[in-house]
């Protein structure tokens, strides 16, 4: 179950990247696979906004830059936040 819970925490995020970035699904994927992904400031705030509205939580992001986007700390932090577990 975890392992679906993560998968589909890692969709969100690339939806919501996707949405902002008009970048294509499978190229996101491609990037993340290869490290966090740089954006602008207005990027960066609407994405983090938009997946901590989906799950009425806050990510607790550093906002002051480089505005990188790291999937895997993104989603450890969403499952965190929903079962209140530690992920490694």
Known sequence: MM????????????????????????????TFRQGPMEVDKRDFFEIVQRIESLYDCTLDMNFEGPYRLDADEIVNKLLQVQGGIKVE
């Open 3 to 30: 392992e679906n819970d993560k998968r589909n925490c890692l969709y969100q995020v690339i939806y919501a990247v996707s949405g902002v970035t008009g970048t294509d699904g499978d190229e996101l994927i491609e």
